[in-house]
């Protein structure tokens, strides 16, 4: 058999980002409070309903002027966080506590500890407008959009919905995932399903709702039943296994027969990964080869569910070189990081010298893919060209893709 036509990494995001629309906006959508909204996805846009603060105030106990002022000023009062502060006239200042809103005029705030005071006289401060506080509507103003609808809450934002007043965000319900384990293998217990548990965790960690897993012999009716009553009973399917081209391969073959937006991509470990839309519902064939499906679903699949996040990355030195077999491909090499008295290194896992002995300089990436040993190193370094030892290279922590 031939193998299918590859794209870019980036195509087949974008293929899956074309179709995130229409997944959302089929799922039923419910408010949430902030406490609840950590992981949901924004069905409509959030503004903030005021000004916060709702007026400037001090970042520190001290008295509140007004930096255009010239000369010394008459200390007239006091202000505490609570209260309702005074008009102030030129050439006056007000004693404030830290979080104390600032009278109408004042712009600036003197340090408790920098003033100089005498007879209810405040000496000229010098100061420039702003100083030691925070303006009115910094952390929002009234009627800003804070979050877009598709956008994707974070634990911390409970934080910002809370302080700004908002109290019920309207989410869409958790997509319901089916995970589809092929292999006659697997199904009659012969080999241990070692994917459908981490693909389940990562489904959970992206905000989706995953199904009890489920196993289908190598056979092709009953790996396209399995598809298509998956694909009828949730809002996503994810299956594994099949998608290379064996004689017993046969996702590949059902998802033609359907709307395919892949067939391959230019990514190993994870090449033989495969998309399509079986009657509107995206379903997502990955490589039964635990590290190669782990890594198409944290590169690929991913985005479906929680768009085109930045993948941060860290910088380390890598500690072997590392030559990449074909030209065109995008490689995914693990790597385990290393404190030293010298700095950050990147131990390759794989490399002979590693804890996975597999490879001595060029990366194999089918030895890596099959390896679950490989699930310890700490992120990966994504290449299309050989790497030289002591190079300086950019690592993605697992941490910020699960």
Known sequence: MVEPEMVARSTAVDRLLERRAGFLEALPTEFVGPAESAGRTLAEAVRSPRDVPPTDYATMDGYAVTAADEGSRTVVGSVAPEDTPPRTDPDEAVAVATGAPLPDRADAVVPREDATVADDRLTDPGLAGGTNVIRRGTTASADERLFAAGDRLAPRYAALLADVGVESVRVRRPPSVA???????????????????????????????????????????????????????????????????????????????????????????????????????????????PIAAHTAAVLVARALFVSREAMPTTTADLAHAVSVPDDGIEYAVPVVLEVGDEGRTAMPLGHVDSSLPLYEERFAAGL??????????DGFVLTDASLESGEAIEVVPYSVVE
Not at 199 to 204: E, F, I, T
Not at 260 to 271: E, H, S, Y
Not at 368 to 377: D, G, H, K, P
């Open 179 to 289: 995970v589809v384990a092929t292999g006659t293998e697997i199904h009659e217990g012969r080999q241990p399903d070692r994917d459908s548990g981490f693909l389940a965790g990562l489904v959970r960690r992206w905000g989706g709702a995953p199904s009890a897993p489920r196993t289908v012999p190598d056979d092709l009716e009953a790996v396209a039943s399995a598809i298509t009553d998956a694909a009828a009973n949730h809002d996503a399917v994810l299956t594994t296994g099949g998608t290379s081209v064996g004689a017993a391969d046969h996702v590949s073959d059902v998802l033609a027969n359907h709307e395919r937006l892949f067939a391959g991509v230019a990514l190993r470990p994870g090449r033989p990964v495969t998309a399509a839309l079986v009657n509107d519902t995206p379903v997502i064939g990955l490589p039964g080869k």
């Open 368 to 377: 890596v893919a099959a390896s679950t040993r490989a699930t310890l190193a």
